[in-house]
């Protein structure tokens, strides 16, 4: 089987393929929060998300969103203690994620980019998240329920309407 390692015209930033945003808003949240980029061989790039094994859902939905964010590439698994590594090796990964860098995420500075500044909301309240979207509803912003505990706002045109009625979050 040819691997594609995400070659041909595989990069949004590259290549100007649409990008799934709502897919990319929750792997941001990932990569921030659990994952890391190393550089492999041939300037390819592995990103990784760690997740917990007592979140097993989280293992599915990481896989998910790592597949629709860069779909040329398989997205692996590998079991480790007490957490499974989730996987994709792309040539394009640290396009899509310019917060890497050398060292370790707490001791460089991370800023968004301009294209990247997303919304997300997380609560376990059902209730809560349900106000949170009537709020949204209420403003005309446009948003979706990524999953049952989290919902985001990611279209550009739904991002500047918020910005514009709660200030640049950044
Ligand atoms: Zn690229």
Known sequence: MRCLHGRGRACPRCHGRPLDDVAYAHLLGLYLGDGHI???????FQL???CGDAY?????EAAAVMAGVMPASSVSRRRRRGCTEVK?????WPCLFPQHGPGMKHTREIKLADWQPR?????ESADILALCGQGLDLLGVAWRYNNRNELSVARREAVELLD?????KY
């Open 38 to 44: 190393v550089r492999c061989r041939n300037d390819v």
């Open 48 to 50: 990784s998300l760690f």
């Open 56 to 60: 097993p859902g989280l293992i599915e």
């Open 88 to 92: 994709s090796y792309s040539t394009h």
């Open 119 to 123: 919304y997300m909301f997380k609560n």
């Open 164 to 168: 514009a009625h709660v200030g640049a």
